[in-house]
């Protein structure tokens, strides 16, 4: 595709709920990152994916997240038992190369826990 | 581990006024050096970065930042500030060798007309 597309882009969900959030790369882009952006605040760092495995984990906030990535394409970002402060939002960017030169980002999922 | 500071969370210019945004990096070797800019309810975009070659890059918008070592810095600046320029700022590092992109806590822009 012509950018990063991220799915949905609004997701208001109830607490306690499972939620899924997908992220489709540009074509070709072997390194892809995770972001959270509370309101008003920088972006956390979550995971990254170089391929399909993922060398640094260090910034998923606890066991109810998880991600994962088929091949060289799309990522999958789970939050299980959401609670109120995972709302934010949340942020995917790709990268052509295994060398961070720059970063493409898709304009997030808004998620919101009531 | 790599980590990147901005001051100031929010800078306030007037339009035409030089506009200068703070970034300093820790790292003990070099450093590749991003900024993007975040408008209200978009997405992240790249305005310029450095990687190695010309100490002083420019970017979109009018924007130019300059790598300086000895300071470990990548301030931002631009001439004459416009209130297109209202957003949020953000720079971010990484290292040949380490793929992870950190990001500064943000810079939030203001122009008063």
């Known amino acids: 595709g012509a950018g990063v597309s991220q799915s949905p882009s609004n997701k208001v969900t109830e607490k306690g709920k499972d939620v899924e959030l997908r992220c489709d790369p540009i074509?070709?882009?072997?390194?892809l990152y995770w972001y959270r952006q509370r309101l008003g605040q920088g972006l956390e760092f979550l995971i990254y994916f170089q391929g399909n495995s993922a060398p640094d984990k260090s910034g998923l906030p606890s066991d109810r997240f998880s991600a994962e990535r088929t091949g060289e394409s799309v990522s999958t970002l789970t939050i299980q038992r959401t609670q109120q402060e995972d709302s934010a939002v949340y942020l995917c960017?790709?990268?052509?190369?295994?060398?961070?030169?720059?970063?493409?980002f898709g304009q997030g999922t808004r998620l919101t826990v009531v | 581990a790599q980590s990147v500071t901005q001051l100031g969370s929010h800078v306030s210019v007037s339009e035409g006024a030089l506009v200068l945004l703070r970034c300093n990096y820790s790292?003990?070797?070099?450093?590749?050096l991003f900024w993007y800019v975040q408008y209200p309810n978009q997405g992240l975009q790249l305005l310029l970065k450095?990687?190695?070659?010309?100490?002083l890059v420019k970017g979109i918008n009018g924007f130019e930042a300059e790598f300086k070592k000895s300071e470990t810095s990548f301030h931002l600046t631009k001439p004459s500030a416009h209130m297109s320029d209202a957003a949020e700022y953000f720079c971010a590092v990484s290292y040949f060798g380490n793929e992870k992109l950190t990001f500064g806590t943000g810079t939030r822009l203001t122009i008063i007309p």
């Open positions: 074509s070709g882009h072997t390194a």
């Open positions: 960017a790709s990268i052509p190369s295994r060398v961070v030169t720059e970063a493409f």
């Open positions: 790292s003990s070797v070099p450093p590749y």
């Open positions: 450095y990687t190695t070659g010309a100490t």
